[in-house]
């Protein structure tokens, strides 16, 4: 089959759904299908010009190449999902959040004018038709099935994938607590940071890069020694992190799906989070995979505190985890793709 | 966003008086809301609503507003005729008269226009309304429209009318326990409630009830409502031999003691025609309360599902059909009021009504701003590749939901 993947780009950015985006495209490739990932770049700003970008993705041809026809399209997120194919699967890792669920938040993008409030509902209108259009939509998380059914009244099922692939392994801990996320504020890394204000035992790591480094740097000055920033780290740095952490912090506000917890659980290593996290919440059930707790940072050192004196709790979690994370293999997610 | 929203309100007696005394608050708790009033100033606003049926009395100040300053037209119902020569002729301005009658027939319409005019023909509003419905004078001035069935939607369509058209249900009464009146009864009671006269086909349903007591001597009739008044309903119901205990006939209703009757009745029964295009209010506060309802398969009333009520097509065949209907629903009025209760919970929600209101506000009031940004932006990166004519593109924008 000639299967052309769908995801769009933002330029210099690279995050989860572009590591899921290329896995998928190797999945495919794996299972002898001539497959393709077709990106277009995204700017999602400001105003209207939203719009314009769902348009590119509108106005691409994707029905043949060369000469020879393109049997499937799979798309994975908003904009790139907009595109036209009679034989078009979807499997949704995010809709444009701006316009659902952040609206009038401070995730938000669209103001009150008569304008910002008719681009959202264009953003909706275009989720209606693109989504309705798709022979079948798949969500990542039950979070995001649970959103299109809330806002768009669409039924998807749920079809989680396999996080990106690494040398996981097992250390002993080293009892630091790691973030591993695009420093972005919504990812709420500032709670761990005051978590470690509180507890002046706590030593975190935080891996990533993002436009909140320089506001969580400010918040960890005086924390000598407690904090780490590594900036953006190798493959094989990032599966040593892991290795050798107590657990992994991980609490973005109702997040999508996430893969970290799934890294986090194949390195045998417990999640901490929070009851309004979302997605992660699937995974990461309380005493069971880790430790869920209010978005607070006294509760959140506590949490930290405990897996620290509870090694055996840690390890026991960590490995329960594992157990979950093995059972979501890429072959499944064709299979169910291409079904 | 602000909205300035025109309505009749109560204490009018009017169904959409009592409409947006249901939806007012729900959509205060979505939007601003300015409630504008008669022979006052017209209120700021980004966008006016305006809540237009056939009344001219109720209603005339609200065509007068939208004349001044387009909006949004919530279409109650389709045919207006009575309206606009209300506040045509009935203003003294029979040359409005004229021109309305023009707009929908041409030149043929200022001619009957003309035969009204002079009384050499019956009044149409009066004696065939439904062929000329004169909603083109209103529809012509409205930026988009709300409707509430897809009736009139295809009737706004096949009059050209080329704006945003919504279709948004009519919301139902939140239904709390309701005691049913213990001082009426029958075995069944069927009810029949609003404006009693020949287009709620009165006539029909007193024959077929007038047959099916022959065969169910327990059965009663309610008729709660006021005739209208070339409508002799004491005559009909003598010659038919209902005028013993068979109908019991009651007046106008207050609000909570028509909630206990509606209780009360094991099926109601709700006839038109010919359709003005309208939704009935006492329809839906039967399927609120969970009744078996029967209706004439006409407009509105036939959109509703088949599983929902039962369907009396207005033909030779409708006596026969309404009087075993009605023992049909009394039969499954269990089966028939759950699926009418479940589908009102589901289609009808005061909640999802609102939403939909506020979804075609805001693209009302912003929409031709962001097409015009969006399709500027197209049809420049088009000019500039030498594309002049960037129709298609456009057209491609509208299909896939980006142009409103």
Redesign the interface.
Known sequence: MRIAVCAPQVPFVRGGAEVMADDLVAALRARGHETELVTIPFKWYP??RV??Q??LW??ADLTESDGRPIDRVIATKFPAY?VRHSNKVVWVLHQFRQAYDYDRTDLGQFG???????????V???D???LGEARKVFATSRNVADRLRRFNGIEAQLLPHPPQSLPYRTSASEGYVLSVNRLDRAKRIDLLVEAAQRDRSLKIVIAGEGPDRSRLEQLAAGLNGQVEFTGRIDEERLADLYARCLAVYYAPLDEDFGMVPFESFLSGKPVVTTHDAGGPLEVVHDRETGVVVAPDAAELARACAYLRDHGDDASAWGLAGKEIAERVTWDACVDALLS | ?KVAYYSPLQPSRSGIADYSALLLPALRERIDVVVAEPGKRAPDA??ALYHVGNDPDAHGWIVDALYKRPGIVVLHEYVLHHLISGITIGRGDGRGYLDAMERELGVAGRLLGLGVLDNLLPLLWETQPERFPLAAPVLDHAHGVIVHSSFVAARARDEGYQGRIWRIPHPAWPVHDVAPAGDVSGAPLIGCFGFLNMNKRIPELLQAFASLRRRLPGAKLLLAGAAGERFDLSRRLERLGLSGDGVIRLDYLPEERMWSLLAACDVLVNLRFPTMGETSGSAIRAMSLGKALVVSDVGWFAELPDDVVLKVPVDEYEVPLLERALELAAEHSATLGRNAREYVDREHSLSRVADDYV?AL??A???D??DD??LM??AEAAAEVGIDDATV?AR??A??????
């Not at chain 1, 009150?112 to 264009?122: K, Y």
């Open positions: 105003g209207t719009l314009d769902a348009f509108r106005l907009c009150e004018s008569p304008e910002d409030r008719a681009t959202r509902r264009a909706e209108e275009l209606a038709v693109a | 966003m980004d966008i979804a805001e693209v009031a912003g929409g701003a962001v940004a969006v932006r197209i593109l491609a924008a299909e896939a939901g980006i142009l409103s």
